[in-house]
T-cell receptor, first 113, second 112 residues
Framework: KAGVTQTPRYLIKTRGQQVTLSCSPI?????VSWYQQTPGQGLQFLFE???????NKGNFPGRFSGRQFSNSRSEMNVSTLELGDSALYLC????????????FGNGTRLTVT | GENVEQHPSTLSVQEGDSAVIKCTYS??????FPWYKQELGKGPQLIID?????GEKKDQRIAVTLNKTAKHFSLHITETQPEDSAVYFC???????????FGQGTRLTINP
């Protein structure tokens, strides 16, 4: 069974631009979560989607948004990029969400210059 | 909200010895505790998890113990091998919660 796939693996953007990251969950998984990983803050929860609905959101500004499609694939968008948005963005999928183990992809490394 | 603290931040052991990483959590309602291993350039990989109705779980060389009263849980790796070198994260999740709260990670180095 294929794992969680994230594209692209690497991105370089400049301040003020916007970016869209993509995530394909494990087949059959309906819940997709996004996490930001930085050396200083560690792994921080961004949001979680289940059946195209956002169920929970972390403490991030409104510049961070996401969506989930009917095939469970998910995208997250960051607008008006800031230098501090440089991070590894991880997508994770699970069968049902809160009662199922979370499986992570290898992430998208975003660098903002 | 939930807060998870993980110790130590770095750990170096001789190949063949055991390694222990400890985590404490703050929310007594948390009921699911996974451990992840992250290698360079990869995402976290789930290696073992435990639910609050179980005190210990073992999978080959890896075991996790949970003390609900003290609100702490630990990862034990026996007979360590060079391929065990990685960063390990503990996490906690409350009942009905959609998010995992992670510890800050432990960089484990196995010395040959």
């Amino acid at each position: 069974k294929a794992g969680v796939t994230q594209t692209p693996r690497y991105l370089i953007k400049t301040r003020g631009q916007q970016v869209t990251l993509s995530c394909s969950p494990i087949s059959g998984h309906r819940s997709v979560s996004w996490y930001q990983q930085t050396p200083g803050q560690g792994l921080q929860f961004l949001f979680e989607y289940f059946s195209e609905t956002q169920r929970n959101k972390g403490n991030f500004p409104g510049r961070f948004s996401g969506r989930q499609f009917s095939n469970s694939r998910s995208e997250m968008n960051v607008s008006t990029l800031e230098l501090g948005d440089s991070a590894l963005y991880l997508c994770a999928s699970s069968l049902r969400g809160s009662t199922s183990p979370l499986h992570f992809g290898n992430g998208t490394r975003l660098t903002v210059t | 909200g939930e807060n998870v603290e993980q110790h130590p931040s770095t750990l170096s052991v001789q190949e063949g010895d055991s390694a222990v990483i400890k985590c404490t959590y703050s929310d007594s309602a948390s009921n699911y505790f996974p451990w992840y291993k992250q290698e360079l350039g990869k995402g976290p990989q789930l290696i073992i998890d435990i639910r609050s109705n179980v005190g210990e779980k073992k999978d080959q060389r890896i075991a996790v113990t949970l003390n609900k009263t003290a609100k702490h849980f630990s990862l034990h790796i026996t007979e360590t091998q060079p391929e065990d070198s990685a960063v390990y994260f503990c996490a906690a999740r409350g009942e009905g919660a959609q998010k995992l709260v992670f510890g800050q990670g432990t960089r484990l180095t196995i010395n040959p």
